[in-house]
């Protein structure tokens, strides 16, 4: 009974990683989007820097306040675009975040700034949504897979 089990657990497996290659999405290294990310950069006049995660981002000011961890809840005010500029998100007033809970390139980019910071960063699509596109709540597509995305984020206060 144990063996049946135990195959039929790794047929489950087998057929779930068989779904999502039928999406026909393959995630994109972020060496290969380090190009059109220095490009954006330069066209900008962004000075970044690039993290050894893949990020890339400028400090535009460090903050004074409390740092926040990769599990910290954060208030921010951001504007999120794509590198052709357009704006996909926007929070003016503070939205409160789990760190925990956001792409893995905003648990990376925000804890190297302190309450009171400001940062940019531009995010490798693997490292952002990745094969996974975002889709509003009538099923339109927001940001679409592999996408690389930019943020200009204010920390605004650390819990």
Known sequence: MKKFLF????????????KKQETGCTSVKPE??????????????IHIS?????IYYEIIDTGSGTAPTPYSQVSVTYTGKFLNEKKFD????????NL?????????????????GRIK?????????????????????????NSVLFFDVTLKKVQ
């Open 7 to 18: 195959a039929a657990c790794l047929l489950l497996i087998a057929a779930l990683g068989c």
């Open 121 to 145: 960063l531009i995010i490798p699509s693997s490292l952002a949504y990745g094969c996974n596109p975002v889709k509003d709540d009538y099923g339109n597509v927001v940001i679409p897979a």
């Open 100 to 116: 925990s809970r956001v792409i893995e390139g905003w648990q990376i980019g925000i804890p190297l700034i302190k309450e009171g």
């Open 50 to 54: 690039k993290h050894n995660s893949g």
């Open 90 to 97: 926007e929070s003016t007033t503070p939205a409160n975040l």
């Open 32 to 45: 290969l989007e380090e190009a059109e990310i220095l490009a954006y950069a330069t066209k900008d006049s």
